[in-house]
């Protein structure tokens, strides 16, 4: 049988939501409204939230007065953002290597290292595809991800997390193509059977501004963390690129 992925099974996990509960609606209504100051959309814009989970994010923009949908993988995840559905933001589940809407937003977003999950390049390809088919010509992209020197030279090699009575024992290493995460959960004193391992690609600048290219994505800013500071490739936590689509 063909191995499952990672993803399929932690992000459906009870245990995932309670790791990153500390991931609040407040800490995304602030960073959203750093990213709406800066690219300025029209109102009424329609956006696509990638990989939008619970749909924090998603819920922000929508307040805002933009027409948002958001997509994820995770039943779960879309179950849960579908109690906050209204006139102007909707949820569906979706894999994001599969194509979506074609020529529809003026806006998507792909937050939080919600990418470089998958086994092979054409899987990370076809996401990109699914990203930029959605885009208007013109339309904007900003992918949030983890700044790959900075997290090789600041990697937690191990750490113990209380949420409340569940401890989490989490492992960090990377190779030469990835970084991983092994969490094993102790629920109330008894320790499971199972680990779970999260593995994300180890992609530079360069690597998605070749990707984005492909798709006639072109990068236009990078920033480096979530206050929208400079990108430096060694001390910069974040790698957040805006990117634009032109067609020929």
Known sequence: MPEKPWFKDWFNSPYYHQLYQHRDDTEATNFIKKIIHFLQPQPKSRMLDVACGKGRHSKALADMGFDVTGIDLSSESIAEAKKSEADNLHFFEHDMRLPFWINYFDYAFNLFTSFGYFKTDREHNNAIRTIAGSLKNNGTLLIDYLNVHYAEDNIKKSEKIDREGTIFHISKWHDEKHIY??????????????????????????????????????????????????????????MIIVAKKFLP
């Open 181 to 238: 995460k092994q969490i094993q959960v102790e629920d109330h004193g008894a320790a499971l059977q199972h680990l779970y391992t999260e593995k994300v690609a180890k992609f530079s600048l360069g690597d998605f501004t070749d990707m984005l290219a492909y798709h006639h994505m072109q990068v236009q800013d990078v920033f480096g963390d979530y206050e929208l500071g400079r990108y430096d490739v060694r001390k910069s936590p974040r």
